[in-house]
């Protein structure tokens, strides 16, 4: 289930699309016009916008850039407009998708489902400058390329990596990595800890050794 701002000032349409989102197991929340939208935005967590263009007081165009201006969240526009240009504007402003009037409202949900889909994995993802952790799909990539590594090397940087910035003790990382009841020592660390520098190349610098404590992933600039 997804949290949805629809917006569109032609009622009909508003309440025929959020009662169709309600069915497919959405939360829907409705706007008459891009203010509303806008007001609406700020006070709530959602998921995704689907915003008309052609609204008073406010239309999507502009609604759109002040919610990009809170935070990023992905947006289909609703147009009765097919021009090029009005398509090419609504891309560069940070639109997902484009759906002309009239529309199927099951081929909506769909190209819903599909930005919902990629934002999912996308949210999975680590990123330092061109160095990708991604959980989901169990893999590193650096400046575009694959980097295959040990098990254990991945789950190091994992844990490193999501606590990048913060201190972590020898213990903390054994615990983590290899259990609890893994009986370990210093050595074993710190040999997993040069092959994970050996691996990540020059972004092996990132990860800092603190004498007495243990290692800190350094945040980048």
Same mark, same amino acid.
């Given at each position: 289930?997804?949290?949805?701002?629809?917006?569109?000032?032609? #009622?009909?349409?508003?309440?025929?699309? @959020?009662?169709?989102?309600?069915?497919?197991?959405?939360?829907?929340?409705?706007?008459?016009?891009?203010?509303?939208?806008?007001?609406?935005?700020?006070? +709530?967590?959602?998921?995704?916008?689907?915003?008309?263009?052609?609204?008073? #007081? /406010?239309?999507?165009?502009?609604?759109?850039?002040?919610?990009?201006?809170?935070?990023?969240?992905?947006?289909?526009?609703?147009?009765?407009?097919?021009?090029? $240009?009005?398509?090419? $504007?609504?891309?560069?402003? +940070?639109?997902?998708?484009?759906?002309?009037?009239?529309? &199927?409202?099951?081929?909506?949900?769909?190209?819903?489902?599909?930005?919902?889909?990629?934002?999912?994995?996308? &949210?999975?993802?680590?990123?330092?400058?061109?160095?990708?952790?991604?959980?989901?799909?169990?893999?590193?990539?650096?400046? +575009?390329?694959?980097?295959? /590594?040990?098990?254990?090397?991945?789950?190091?940087?994992?844990?490193?990596?999501?606590?990048? @910035?913060?201190?972590?003790?020898?213990?903390?990382?054994?615990?983590?990595?290899? @259990?609890?009841?893994?009986?370990?020592?210093?050595?074993?660390?710190?040999?997993? /800890?040069?092959?994970?520098?050996?691996?990540?190349?020059?972004?092996?610098? $990132?990860?800092?050794?603190?004498?007495?404590?243990?290692?800190?992933?350094?945040?980048?600039?």
């Amino acid at each position: 289930m997804a949290k949805l701002l629809v917006a569109d000032d032609e #009622e009909k349409i508003r309440e025929m699309l @959020g009662k169709y989102a309600l069915h497919e197991g959405h939360e829907v929340t409705l706007a008459s016009n891009g203010s509303e939208a806008l007001q609406l935005f700020k006070n +709530g967590d959602f998921d995704l916008v689907i915003l008309d263009v052609m609204m008073p #007081e /406010m239309d999507g165009y502009e609604a759109l850039k002040r919610m990009k201006e809170i935070r990023d969240v992905p947006c289909i526009f609703l147009t009765a407009l097919g021009q090029e $240009y009005d398509r090419i $504007y609504g891309f560069d402003i +940070g639109a997902e998708d484009y759906v002309t009037k009239p529309f &199927s409202l099951k081929e909506l949900m769909m190209r819903i489902k599909v930005i919902l889909k990629r934002e999912s994995r996308e &949210s999975n993802k680590i990123i330092v400058k061109d160095l990708v952790v991604d959980e989901g799909a169990h893999t590193v990539t650096l400046n +575009g390329e694959r980097v295959e /590594m040990a098990n254990k090397e991945y789950e190091l940087l994992l844990y490193l990596i999501k606590n990048r @910035g913060n201190a972590l003790t020898r213990q903390s990382i054994i615990s983590k990595v290899w @259990g609890y009841e893994y009986d370990s020592d210093d050595r074993t660390l710190d040999t997993h /800890m040069k092959l994970l520098r050996k691996d990540l190349k020059e972004y092996g610098n $990132y990860i800092t050794t603190i004498r007495g404590v243990g290692y800190r992933f350094e945040k980048e600039d």
